[in-house]
C-alpha cells in the first residue's frame, strides 16, 4: 500500500520561498505521475503541477511563473517550490500520485502559513 | 480551461435517503475524464468514482456515477452516517485539472 507524507516548514515569510518534500513509502516512484494540489478556504481545492517520473512536467499556468516541481528518485522523494509568496498562498498543500492525471493516492496534508 | 460548476451547495438529508449531486463543465470533459471525491473534516480527498462512471477500489456500491459530455451525477443509493461530507467533482481531461468548488451532504 502506497503512502505519501508532505514535509516543510510550517511557516513562511511573505515574499520568500515555499518548500514542500513528499515521501513516497511502499512502492517506487517510477511509472507515475505525481501531483501538487493545495486547499484553502477563499479558493477550495486547486491543482497546482505534476511531474512524471520521466521528469516531464505539466503546471497551472496560473501559478507556473512562480512554481517548481523536481523527483529524487534515488530519495523516492518529489518537490515543490512556490517562489515570491503571498498571503495568498496560504493553504493545507497535498501531493497525490496518479497513473495518469488522475490523482488518486493522497498524503495526509500540511498546513503552510504565509505571514511576517 | 474547464470550469466545474457543482450544485446545490449544500444537500440536506436524512441517513436512508437518496442523494443526488451534479457536476456541470464549461465544456466538454474529453473520454469522460471526470471523477468525484469524497472529503472529511482533516482528511484528504479521497477517490470514488473515475472516468465518470466507474468506482473506486474499496468503495460501496451505494455509490454511483454516471453523464457523459458538460453534465455529471454522483448518486448515493441509500445514504450511511458515514457519508455525510463534503462532495468534489474534478476533470482530468485536459491541464490545468480542475475541481468543482464542492457539495456539502449534512444530516438534516
Known amino acids: 500500500q502506497v503512502q505519501l507524507q508532505e514535509s516543510g516548514p510550517g511557516l513562511v515569510k511573505p515574499s520568500e520561498t515555499l518548500s514542500l518534500n513528499c515521501t513516497v513509502s511502499g512502492d517506487s516512484i517510477s511509472g507515475y505521475y505525481w501531483n501538487w494540489i493545495r486547499q484553502s478556504p477563499g479558493r477550495g481545492l486547486q491543482w497546482i503541477a505534476n511531474?512524471?517520473?520521466?521528469?516531464?512536467?505539466t503546471y497551472n499556468p496560473s501559478l507556473q511563473s512562480r512554481v517548481t516541481l523536481s523527483l529524487d528518485t534515488s530519495r523516492n522523494q518529489f518537490s515543490l517550490k512556490v517562489r515570491s509568496v503571498t498571503a495568498a498562498d496560504t493553504a493545507v498543500y497535498y501531493c497525490?500520485?496518479?497513473?495518469?492525471?488522475?490523482?488518486?493516492?493522497w498524503g495526509q496534508g500540511t498546513l503552510v502559513t504565509v505571514s511576517s | 480551461e474547464i470550469v466545474l460548476t457543482q450544485s446545490p451547495g449544500t444537500l440536506s438529508l436524512s441517513p436512508g435517503e437518496r442523494a443526488t449531486l451534479s457536476c456541470r463543465a464549461s465544456?466538454?470533459?474529453?473520454?469522460?475524464?471526470l471523477a468525484w471525491y469524497q472529503q472529511k473534516p482533516g482528511q484528504a480527498p479521497r477517490l470514488l468514482i473515475y472516468?465518470?462512471?466507474n468506482t473506486a477500489t474499496g468503495v460501496p456500491d451505494r455509490f454511483s456515477g454516471s453523464g457523459s459530455g458538460t453534465d455529471f451525477t454522483l448518486t448515493i443509493s441509500r445514504l450511511e452516517p458515514e457519508d455525510f461530507a463534503v462532495y468534489y467533482c474534478?476533470?482530468?481531461?485536459?491541464?490545468?485539472?480542475?475541481f468543482g468548488q464542492g457539495t456539502k451532504v449534512e444530516i438534516k
Open positions: 465544456q466538454s470533459v474529453a473520454k469522460n475524464y
Open positions: 474534478l476533470q482530468c481531461s485536459i491541464s490545468p485539472l480542475a
Open positions: 497525490a500520485r496518479g497513473p495518469g492525471w488522475l490523482p488518486t493516492n
Open positions: 511531474i512524471h517520473y520521466s521528469g516531464r512536467t
Open positions: 472516468e465518470a462512471s
